[in-house]
């Protein structure tokens, strides 16, 4: 949800900031491999999980013919 509304979101930061805030503050003060790495890991993740949604949609079609 952050990820859609990231500007409301950085305006309603609470003492523990979500995930995209961190990476955001984090990002001012320079890119680290650790932010590049979590960054990779959510893309992939976010991939996979658009591949497995698209997958299951396949074959539910193919089941209902």
Known sequence: M?????NTTLLLVSSEPPL??????????GSTPL???????LMLACALLGLTSILAERERGANSR
């Open 2 to 6: 952050s990820f859609e509304n990231f």
């Open 20 to 29: 995209t805030i961190a990476m955001f503050e984090r990002m001012k003060e």
């Open 35 to 41: 932010l590049n790495a979590v960054a990779v890991f």
